[in-house]
Structure formats: structure tokens, C-alpha cells
């Protein structure tokens, strides 16, 4: 009897956490038509990497060991930045509370050099505890965007390829 019930019970529990990852399994990009305009809306706010002719849009998270990586093989691969422009905005992965740290990214004096110093380096900072209004504008406008896209992992990226009769 005992047997039964916790089989019951273990049978409720894997059910429900199928049916919890559905939404996740069900998530498409939007075209890239309408995602776009939305990414371009930030443009201003991105760390921009490379100067190739394909636009690469990511959103990551600076303690995100999958972001890490991208950026890791981003910053020593030149070939790489011959053949894309790479956008990064930073997007906060929830669990890992990284606020204060992608603010004081943002509000470094060279925030590519604080971005690899702390995404490759792995240099510990605190964050900030006040973030300036500037910095905050910035990344409520960054967020605005994510959720609108429905970003949900890191990186999540967008590759634009040049139009024939773009320069």
C-alpha cells in the first residue's frame, strides 16, 4: 500500500513538472522583421564588439556560464569580429542576482573592459548599491525590450544578415 501511494505520488510529481516546462518548450522568436525595430531601439545601450557585416544581438548575463563562454569566444576569436558586429545588452537571469553587478558594468568608464574583466577575468565586484539614474534608465529600457522579445535564457541571440545594397 505504502508502495502504491508513493508511486502515485511520484508519478503527480513528474507530470507536474512536465507540464511546468511547457511554456519553455513552446517559445518562438519573433521574425526578425518585427524584432528588428525593438533591438535597434536600444542600439544606443549595447557594448558593441567587431565590425563585420552581420549584426549579432545577444543578451546575456554576466555570471551566466553559457554567456561567459560566448563572450569569452567572442573577445579572443578576431575572426570572428572581422565577420560580425556583436551587440551585447545585459539581461538579468533572476536567479543569479546580478542587478548591482550589471550596473556597475554599465556604468564603468569603459564598460567593454569592465565587461571582460568580469565575465572572462571572473573579477569580483560587489555592484553597486545605488545605481544612478542614468544607468537605471538604461537598463529599464534594456528590459522593456527582453521581455516584449520574450527572452528567457542567455544568450539569447539575433543574427541580422546584410540586405543585398546594404554597405
Known amino acids: 500500500?505504502?508502495?502504491?501511494k508513493l508511486l502515485i505520488l511520484l508519478y503527480l510529481v513528474l507530470i507536474s513538472s512536465l507540464s511546468a516546462n511547457e511554456p519553455l518548450i513552446e517559445k518562438k522568436k519573433l521574425p526578425i522583421k518585427v524584432a528588428?525595430?525593438?533591438?535597434?531601439?536600444i542600439d544606443t545601450y549595447a557594448i558593441i564588439?567587431?565590425?563585420?557585416p552581420t549584426n549579432m544581438y545577444a543578451f546575456i548575463d554576466p555570471v551566466c556560464p553559457r554567456s561567459r563562454d560566448f563572450v569569452?569566444?567572442?573577445?579572443?576569436?578576431?575572426?570572428?569580429?572581422?565577420?560580425?558586429t556583436y551587440h551585447f545588452f545585459f539581461y538579468e537571469?533572476?536567479?543569479?542576482?546580478?542587478?548591482a553587478l550589471i550596473a556597475e558594468i554599465y556604468d564603468?568608464?569603459?564598460p567593454l573592459e569592465k565587461m571582460s574583466k568580469v565575465m572572462l577575468d571572473k573579477e569580483k565586484v560587489q555592484g553597486l548599491e545605488v545605481i544612478?539614474?542614468?544607468v537605471d534608465k538604461k537598463m529599464i529600457e534594456i528590459n522593456k525590450i527582453a521581455k516584449k522579445l520574450d527572452i528567457y535564457k542567455r544568450p539569447y541571440l539575433f543574427i541580422v544578415k546584410p540586405q543585398k545594397g546594404d554597405k
Open 1 to 4: 500500500m505504502k508502495i502504491a
Open 36 to 41: 528588428l525595430p525593438l533591438l535597434q531601439s
Open 49 to 52: 564588439i567587431g565590425n563585420g
Open 72 to 84: 569569452e569566444m567572442v573577445l579572443e576569436n578576431k575572426k570572428m569580429q572581422r565577420l560580425y
Open 93 to 99: 537571469l533572476e536567479r543569479f542576482h546580478t542587478k
Open 108 to 110: 564603468a568608464k569603459k
Open 132 to 134: 544612478p539614474e542614468s
